[in-house]
């Protein structure tokens, strides 16, 4: 069995954002802030039936931003996303471009592709965190989840063929359910500055009398989300190999 591996090195500090460098803050009169730093390295692997480069889109930097949005116009805003050093907006999903080359004998029905995305080094378990408190959800490849950490198929269903050899590939996270699936800039800024809050079954805040008041529940959260990123690292490995 042949079998190849094509390893992307992504690297990411503090919940700002898990992949790139700079500064950004989210500010509640006047506090909280987070400080991101990363980078990425693209290997490129050859064998003799196969070979497969990868590179990220154009106009794209292979950057996940878990940040605030561009467009900040909230009615009675309160809680605002700071850019200080032009790190850039909220960035959920970044596209990878592969490109195959099949020898004269290659059946793309024969051949698996796997993907595998997991934390590495600092400390996975941090990551982990910020998925099982539902701060984000897990990533998707071309909106098909991991399962125990991967994704596979054949290059046949990924589309590849001998008159289709590049393919793109969208590796891409979202929002949980701690910001209603949404960013927490638009999520808080639709309570009024003081509205207690407390969370549903779903984890999910809600107006609740009994609760906190939410701006102090913003800045623990946001606080918790940086907490939970910073310092952990990525791998994202495509593996190319004779289905079974």
Do not use: H
């Amino acid at each position: 069995m042949k079998k190849r591996t094509l390893g992307l090195i992504i690297a990411g500090v503090a919940a700002a954002s898990m992949i790139g460098t700079g500064f950004a803050a989210w500010v509640i009169t006047g506090n909280a802030s987070a400080e991101a730093n990363g980078n990425i390295q693209v290997d490129t692997v050859t064998d003799n039936s196969i070979t497969l480069t990868a590179a990220w889109k154009e106009n794209e930097d292979g950057k996940i931003n878990f940040i605030g949005p561009a467009t900040q116009n909230a009615a009675n805003e309160w809680l605002s996303f700071n850019d200080e050093n032009s790190y850039g907006f909220v960035d959920l999903s970044e596209t990878l471009v592969l490109t195959f080359g099949l020898g004269n004998d290659v059946n793309p029905a024969d051949f698996n592709i796997t993907f595998t995305f997991a934390a590495t080094d600092t400390a996975p378990s941090n990551y982990e965190s910020a998925i099982s408190s539902k701060y984000i959800n897990a990533p998707t490849i071309n909106g098909s989840a991991f399962t125990s950490g991967s994704y596979t198929c054949t290059l046949a269903n990924l589309g590849v063929s001998s008159s289709a050899l590049t393919k793109e590939v969208d590796l891409a996270f979202t929002w949980g359910k701690a910001f209603n699936d949404t960013n927490p800039y638009d999520f808080y800024n639709g309570f009024a500055y003081g509205t207690k809050v407390a969370k549903n079954d779903a984890g999910t805040p809600v107006e609740n009398e009994s609760g906190s008041p939410v701006q102090t529940l913003a800045k623990e959260e946001l606080t918790a989300l940086n907490t939970a990123l910073s310092g952990v690292s990525f791998k994202l490995t495509i593996t190319v190999g004779k289905a079974a």
